[in-house]
């Protein structure tokens, strides 16, 4: 099967996402006692073996909507069809979805109906609670539009989209960092040399946007220190964003393929589909898709849709 970086992506999103699916909410003590293993089927939503969640659902609306161009109400059309009518979902239901992101969804529809140029706007009323994971496990797409801008007008477009459900200049911070580490693994940099000049990059541009020292304490692990420094004790994986980009990128940087990585965050419980969902996007980048497990990626639901959702966002962005 011919396949690209953007079909890693994707693919390595979805299957990350769907292996986790079955374990969400566990503690870290019961991932220990029943570790995971493969792709399995029931558990936690007691879903079919191969099923993906919302976190690939709002991947896939949103690689859709960037295949025709950057259109905010577009893509947030999309995303409020897959809410109300189960679109670009495994088995045409919407069976997790966070409190933030549905409560922002809503929002979108009533802005829609008012005045859409309103959706760019809404990264300058973004608060605390939203710095939730919602936004970063589906920002993968977005890789492929902005990649090779410069890095002010690249987060100016993150953050618009990271906003469309979480506001907050944190989470798209946290979108940014993982993009253009995301970025420096699609040049064919080693996945170390990637996240050191991730680390040099941000902090260069941090001066340049004079990002506030108080947000930057919340980066200290990733961009200030190296994260491989932090124990695996120390990892988190709930629904903070921060938690979350922290263990993606220690298990990005600590384990040698993209089965070990994936199966590696779930075990750590908790949030363990959006969790292995980001991580799987770099990951799947990285390693690419002939190295995700073959009986993983044939249990994908709705794999060939997948494909044809990546060939048509990679002919589009390929140049």
């Known amino acids: ?47 079919l073996k191969g099923t993906w969640s919302d976190d690939s659902s709002l991947t896939f609306c949103l690689a859709e909507a960037l295949i025709d161009g950057y259109d905010l109400k577009d893509i947030s059309e999309k995303f409020i069809k897959w809410k109300n009518e189960a679109y670009w979902t495994a088995r045409d239901k919407v069976f997790d979805i966070g409190i933030i992101t549905a409560k922002a969804i809503s929002r979108l529809s009533q802005i829609i109906e008012s005045d859409s140029s309103q959706l760019k706007l809404l990264k300058y009323s973004g608060d605390e609670m939203e710095n939730g994971n919602g936004s970063l496990m589906r920002i993968i ?19 618009e989209i990271s906003a469309l459900t979480h506001g907050h200049i944190r989470a798209a911070m946290s979108c940014m960092i993982y993009l253009k580490l995301a970025e420096k693994l699609l040049d064919g940099k080693h ?75 779930i075990n750590i419980g908790h949030d363990t589909d959006t969790s292995a969902a980001i991580t799987g996007g770099l990951a799947g980048i990285y390693y690419g898709f002939k190295s995700i497990p073959e009986n993983w990626v044939d249990s994908l639901a709705r794999l060939d849709d997948i494909l044809e959702l990546g060939y048509k966002l990679n002919d589009k962005y390929s140049a």
């Open 141 to 159: 797409p977005l890789l492929f539009f902005i990649k090779g801008r410069p890095i002010k007008k690249q987060f100016e477009v993150v953050w």
């Open 191 to 265: 996945k170390e040399v990637a996240y050191n000049d991730t680390r040099k990059e941000i902090s260069k541009f941090w001066e340049e946007i004079q990002f506030s020292e108080t947000e930057r304490e919340h980066f200290k692990k990733i961009i200030q220190n190296d994260i491989r420094n932090t124990s695996l004790s120390e990892l988190k994986s709930g629904g903070y964003v921060i938690e979350v980009l922290e263990s993606s990128i220690w298990f990005l940087l600590n384990k040698e393929s993209y089965e070990d990585t994936i199966l590696s965050i």
């Open 1 to 47: 099967m011919e396949s690209n970086k953007v079909i890693g992506a994707l693919i390595g999103v979805a299957v990350g996402d769907a292996v986790g699916v079955p374990f969400e909410f566990s503690s870290r003590d019961k991932m220990k006692d029943y570790p995971a293993k493969g792709m399995v089927g029931h558990g936690t939503h007691n879903q």
